[in-house]
């Protein structure tokens, strides 16, 4: 991230945007501890209570797991999981945020489609095969 891009946005979702860039570069893995609130407050030069708001709102969507007397850690971060907080973000929408976020669901939902379908391997394509012939049996109205 380059530190002399202009500031936008509040002092917390800086602190949101610093941390998913530290996940993206690989500087956090799936599963490692978070450093202390108040080390990582520190190393990215904020107050304590952003870094708090800012990590309540990484647990929230699914992004940092909190765990009782261990420490806050870097989820899995299983597409499933995520996309299921995307779902209740689309529930709660209205207006032109509705249309927005269905924007972004056709073009995220396209490209996990594309991804999976070169991706697949033999045996998993034959279980696909098996639960769509076993969903078209359901639909002949014999």
């Excluded at 978070?34 to 708090?52: F, K, N, V, W, Y």
């Excluded at 971060?77 to 972004?104: C, K, N, Q, Y």
């Amino acid at each position: 991230m380059d530190e002399t891009a202009p500031q936008k946005g509040t002092v917390t979702q800086r602190a949101i945007e610093r941390i998913k860039a530290m996940i993206a570069e690989g500087r956090l893995e799936p599963g490692q501890r978070l450093p202390t609130e108040r080390d990582l407050a520190a190393q990215l030069g904020i107050s304590r209570s952003s870094m708090r708001e800012a990590i309540r709102a990484l647990t929230v969507l699914g992004v940092l797991e909190a765990r009782h007397g261990s420490g806050i850690y870097v989820t899995q971060l299983e597409a499933g999981d995520l996309l299921e907080t995307f779902g209740v973000v689309a529930d709660l929408s209205r207006g032109p945020r509705l249309v927005e976020l269905l924007e972004v669901r056709r073009i995220l939902e396209s490209t996990a489609t594309a991804l999976a379908a070169a991706r697949i391997t033999p045996d998993r394509l034959a279980e696909v095969e098996k639960h769509l012939t076993a969903m078209n049996a359901t639909d002949d109205p014999e």
